[in-house]
């Protein structure tokens, strides 16, 4: 197995099986909008029962898709799913059960939001099947926190973790650096908080300006100023060089664990794994062709009160499935497989690969391991830029790929 490159931790595999599967729920339902988020969600709660009622129903409509595959995964994202009462999110795991092939054990992830987690919460949630929280902290800092117009304050953040530890072994915080106010010391002081804490599992992102978000306006208004890049890069370099000394490996450049903690569910994502997302606005893939549901929450509803599937596909080129697998493997420890890449989409897309990864190598911002191509710790920051240009845009047809005839692609 490769290591990483200046590190000594040996890279771990893959932690779901071969023909595991997940399913993802998206529960599309906010307190309030927190300025950066461009996620589909509602503010208003009134039709929570309705969507629970039309989710359970996709995933009954929806299970020949998994007629002959083990599901290993479930995971409640959003929006906010701790909105749900447990009594809800109970419901929708027996939904699956009773539908579906479920692994003996299966990773059963819900997000939430700590002005959520009171203890009475918390304890009903650690005897529901529920096994893993992934708590949406942010920043240990109240004026972050007013800035993100985060629901919860800086002292929610810290009790509702501490509560969650006393009940879940499997805790993971999202924490957002590159902030516009955040200097180097309140980068390293929400670090060393999380550290504090000890939890097993650590997902940090860099703060991105989307179009439509009231952040955007902000910035348009020349209220905010947004961090630079190279801000950016420090922050992350900060926070990979404080994790890895911790303990913890970058196993995706946005995610960071201690051995075992790996969320199975997103290493999924990344590995190409099959993935049914049920709700509004979820996307799914079953290795040939992806889906998107409706983002729209009445009109989910309905069809589903109608007994229809809201879903659009596509099926994915030859190219496509080479450009994903690049874009993901090179943002993980497990690499892109040039054999995999000869074998999968043909020896055209392998001679184009590293013809065109030659100039990243002699950076130093990617490197050989065995038949692997891994980004170093120099290039981690820059990998999604890397792959696009390790991409193929055009491919004439009958070009003699291996799976497949090229086609253009989206790019």
């Not at 909105?83 to 699956?96: A, C, F, G, P, Y």
Request: hydrophobic content about 40%; some cysteine; proline content about 4%.
């Amino acid at each position: 197995m490769p290591k990483q490159q200046g590190s000594s931790a040996s890279v771990v595999v893959s932690p779901l099986g071969a023909e595991g599967a997940g399913i993802y729920i998206h529960v599309p339902f906010c307190k309030q909008a927190c300025h950066y988020c461009d996620f589909h969600f509602s503010t208003s709660m009134g039709k929570k029962e309705a969507m629970v009622a039309a989710l359970k129903k996709e995933l009954a409509l929806r299970k020949g898709e998994f007629a002959a595959i083990t599901v290993e995964t479930i995971y409640f994202g959003g929006g906010t799913p701790s909105v749900l009462t447990t009594e809800e999110i109970r419901d929708i795991i027996q939904t699956v059960h009773a539908h579906y092939r479920v692994a003996r054990h299966p990773e059963i992830t819900l997000e939430a939001n700590p002005d959520d987690l009171t203890e009475e919460k918390v304890v009903h949630l650690a005897q529901s099947p529920v096994n893993r929280l992934s708590l949406g902290i942010q920043s240990f800092f109240e004026d972050d926190l007013r800035l993100m117009n985060r629901a919860h304050s800086a002292q929610e953040a810290t009790t509702s973790l501490a509560l969650a530890q006393q009940h879940f072994n499997n805790v993971s915080i999202d924490l957002i650096y590159g902030m516009p106010q955040m200097d180097e010391a309140r980068w390293r002081a929400n670090l060393e908080k999380a550290l504090s804490f000890g939890v097993p599992h650590i997902s940090s992102y860099a703060l991105t300006v989307e179009p439509k978000t009231a952040l955007a306006s902000f910035v348009e208004k020349g209220l905010v100023q947004p961090a630079g890049d190279e801000e950016a890069q420090h922050h992350f370099n900060i926070l990979d060089q404080t994790l890895t000394a911790a303990g913890y490996c970058c196993y995706e450049i946005s995610n960071f664990g201690k051995p075992g903690y790996f969320s199975k569910n997103n290493t999924a994502y990344w590995q190409q794994k099959k993935y049914m997302g049920i709700g509004p606005s979820a996307h799914s893939y079953d290795g040939e062709r992806r889906g998107w549901n409706i983002n729209n929450n009445p009109k989910y509803i309905r069809a589903l009160e109608r007994g229809v599937l809201p879903m659009e596909t596509e099926t994915l080129s030859v190219a496509d499935k080479y450009n994903e697998y690049v874009m993901t493997g090179l943002r993980t420890i497990w690499g892109v497989s040039l054999a995999k890449v000869a074998g999968d989409f043909g020896p055209k897309y392998r001679e184009h690969l590293e013809l065109q990864a030659q100039k990243f190598l002699a950076e130093h911002l990617l490197y050989r391991d065995g038949d692997l191509l891994l980004a170093t710790k120099k290039g981690r920051f820059l990998a999604d830029g890397i792959a696009a240009d390790l991409f193929l845009l055009n491919w004439a047809p009958n070009a003699g790929a291996g799976t497949g005839d090229g086609q253009l692609t989206k790019g």
